[in-house]
């Protein structure tokens, strides 16, 4: 999973993680489907080489800092 997660955050957010993440928890949203389970993580030490540009599939981006 955290192979995943750091693919996903150079992909979507140009970021690059520095230290292991933690995982802070495994939810089940239901809301969505009866499959949708979400892995959230920590990550307290990061680099972002650029600032993630909004677009059509990302059409709106939130940081956590």
Known sequence: M????????????NIEIL????LH?????SRVSHRDH???FVVRSFRQARVT???????RTVSFL
Do not use: K, Q, S
């Open 25 to 29: 928890g495994m939810f089940f949203n």
């Open 2 to 13: 955290v192979e995943a997660l750091a693919r996903e955050l150079v992909e979507e957010g």
């Open 38 to 40: 979400v892995a959230v």
């Open 53 to 59: 540009v909004p677009d059509r599939r990302l059409p």
């Open 19 to 22: 230290e292991p993440p933690v």
